[in-house]
């Protein structure tokens, strides 16, 4: 496995940019079944330690939404993990690392080999568990997840609770969902404003004449800035020709999944030993009157001694980009509450 340091962060933070050539397709119900070979998710890493070499002790994954990728979250993650490491209420003998995943059709993952339809949450949630098995780690203490990142949070740990992934799989301790909608996703209850911008993309022609053409061409359209301009950076250069950093059919398949699958039922009977923190951003347009009750409900309810733990959090002054409209509202939230 090859790893490469990218650059020097402040402080004791170290960012690691890991690749690994191949990795074995995992068959649950029979073990490990190396019937062909496949590349594994990318990803990168941010460790929370004044020595990198100090193994660590504690693993959180960080999952990005629909259309982009870890590097979204680096600044974000590169926070966290001061924080974790500063915080006088962090036990000092936890050693974090953040590991930022680029899900399937998306980042550096786009493209890879084997990561096949259909493009579900249930697949892209087993991907994670391909990567932990492959890179023969421990099952990730922590899951974060932003929108469809959510909920492939939520089906990672629902899957590991009944056993999908095998016996070895172990319950993260902990989920934070992001501005996810627990439940199926009408389109009505929002401004429209991910399918236009799919079908917007669809429309497009596969060769790009450059990013500053696609930033200008979203604005004509009627897109925002700083949606505009987020949408230019998942372009990459490859041969001198500009395309895209992700698989817009596969990316449409995929939030056709985040549309329909609910989750619902696993918050209201959450498996013993979780704790799920939602958090609802206050000006996200995706939160309907219906659905806020509902997490209101939730928030009161009385857990049993066999069940895990909910909690719900909303971050004021922010939009559905939680981590770009008010990170340190977010940081506030998450530092103070995060598994120690």
């Given at each position: ?15 690691l940019?890991?690749?690994s ?5 995992f068959?649950y ?8 070979f496949l590349?594994t ?14 193994p660590y002790t ?12 870890g ?10 993990a001061e924080?974790?490491?500063t915080?006088?209420?962090?036990n000092?003998?936890?050693?974090w690392?953040?590991?930022l ?6 980042g ?9 339809a ?6 892209t949630a087993?991907?994670l568990?391909?990567l932990?098995n492959?890179?023969q780690?421990a099952?990730?203490?922590v899951?974060?997840g932003?929108s ?5 949070a939520?089906?990672?740990?629902k ?5 999908s992934?095998?016996?070895?799989a172990t319950?993260?301790k902990q ?10 996703v009408n389109?009505?209850?929002?401004d429209?404003?991910?399918e236009?911008v ?6 497009l022609?596969t ?5 500053r ?11 925002s800035?700083?949606?505009?301009e ?11 020709q ?9 990316a ?18 959450p ?6 923190a939602?958090?609802?951003a206050?000006k996200s347009?995706?939160w309907?009157?219906?659905v ?9 309810k009385?857990q049993?001694?066999?069940e895990g733990k909910?909690?719900?959090?909303t971050?004021h002054?922010?939009g559905?980009w939680?981590?770009v409209?008010?990170?340190k509202?977010l940081l506030?939230?998450?530092?103070p509450?995060f598994l120690i």
């Open positions: 496995m090859a790893t490469r340091i990218l650059r020097s962060p402040p402080s004791s933070l170290r960012l940019r890991f690749s050539p191949s990795t074995a397709i068959n119900n029979e073990g490990c079944v190396a019937s062909r590349g998710l990318a990803f990168d890493e941010i460790r929370v330690s004044d020595d990198v070499k100090r504690s693993t959180a994954l960080v999952l990005h939404g629909l259309l982009g990728s590097r979204n979250w680096k600044s974000f993650a590169r926070n966290l924080r974790l490491r915080t006088t209420t962090s000092s003998s936890q050693d690392r953040l590991v995943v680029d899900l399937r059709n998306h550096k993952s786009a493209g890879i080999i084997g990561l096949d259909p493009h579900d949450m249930a697949n087993r991907d568990a391909n932990v492959s890179q780690w099952w990730p203490d899951v974060i932003h469809m990142g959510g909920k492939v939520m089906e990672f740990a899957s590991c609770s009944s056993g992934y095998g016996d070895s319950l993260p989920l934070w969902v992001l501005d996810s909608i627990p439940g199926e389109a009505d209850d929002s429209g404003e991910v236009k799919l079908k917007t993309l669809e429309n022609p060769i790009l004449p450059s990013r053409w696609v930033v200008d061409h979203m604005l004509e359209l009627g897109f800035k700083s949606l505009s987020w949408i230019g950076s998942n372009l990459k250069n490859v041969g001198g500009v395309i895209w950093t992700f698989d817009i059919q596969a449409i398949s995929m939030f056709n999944s985040y549309r329909q699958t609910c989750y619902w039922s696993f918050l209201e009977n498996p013993k030993g979780s704790d799920t939602i958090v609802r206050e347009d995706r309907s009157p219906q806020l009750q509902r997490l209101e409900n939730l928030s009161r009385e049993g001694s066999d909910v909690s719900v959090h971050l002054n922010s559905h939680v981590h409209d008010n990170p509202g506030e939230i998450m530092a509450n």
